[in-house]
């Protein structure tokens, strides 16, 4: 079965600090990979998706970036973070091999900026 | 106009009754169409697709009206668990880009 894995779980970082996420993916092979953004009490925001390794699409500008240096790793960096990365962090996949499929969502990175 | 609309509540609903929520699209080709339930602080899971046909799972039913352009989910004798925040999600384009509603708040009293 397919299941995916994010960490870390938690975070509290300074501002002006560095940042990066993992998230892997197991059971399945070429999927879509996305980083969403989830603000307190707000909706998902798309920040990155990845159709295979190397290539990424970014949804908004900002410092943030990501990489997919093999097929089932994705990773969200920052070289500096702001007050306002401040949020949820939520890694999810697709199987583009069956249609209508669903995004599935990894267990969430909550990042606090202080 | 946003894409994928929802009330977003809170809909507060005691415990044993029915509720329903809708979901509004503005993309007509849309395909693909989703619930998901997100629990406090937790990633959103997967509650059901939605089919052309309508499909129910349990005390769930979901359905599509492409005339009006929207989903809806019923919730049949309401659990105290069923309280959470319930996202839509639509894929307008088909390419696995799917766009998300701000999701309807839904509270069980006892």
């Known amino acids: ?19 990066s996420l993992e998230c892997t993916v197991e059971g399945t092979s070429n999927p ?24 990424i699409s970014s949804e908004v500008p900002q410092n943030l970036s990501a990489s997919r240096p093999q097929d089932r790793q994705f990773i969200l960096s920052s070289k500096k973070l702001l007050l306002s990365d401040s949020g949820f962090y ?4 697709i199987d583009r091999r ?3 499929s669903p995004l599935h969502f990894g267990n969430g990175t909550r990042l606090t900026v202080t | ?29 849309s395909q693909s169409f989703f619930w998901y339930r997100q629990d406090c602080r937790k990633e959103p899971k997967l509650l059901m697709s939605v089919y052309s046909s ?10 599509l009206n492409r005339a009006s352009q929207y989903i809806s989910l019923l919730i049949r004798d309401s659990k105290l668990s069923d309280s959470a925040t319930y996202l839509c999600a639509v894929d307008p384009h088909s390419n696995y880009q799917l766009i998300w509603g701000a999701g ?3 509270i069980i009293k006892p």
Do not use: M
């Open chain 1, 1 to 19: 079965s397919q299941t995916i894995h994010q960490w870390p779980a938690t975070l509290v970082q300074p501002v002006g600090s560095p940042l």
């Open chain 1, 90 to 93: 939520l890694c999810a996949w």
């Open chain 2, 54 to 63: 309508g499909n129910e799972d349990g005390r769930f039913t979901a359905q």
């Open chain 1, 32 to 55: 879509n990979l996305y980083w969403y953004r989830q603000a307190a009490g707000r909706g998902l925001q798309l920040l990155f998706y990845s159709v295979g390794i190397g290539q």
């Open chain 1, 98 to 100: 069956s249609y209508n």
């Open chain 2, 104 to 106: 309807t708040k839904l």
């Open chain 2, 1 to 29: 106009r946003k894409e994928v609309e929802q009330d977003p509540g809170p809909f507060n609903v005691p415990e044993g009754a029915t509720v329903a929520f809708n979901c509004t699209y503005s993309n007509s080709a």
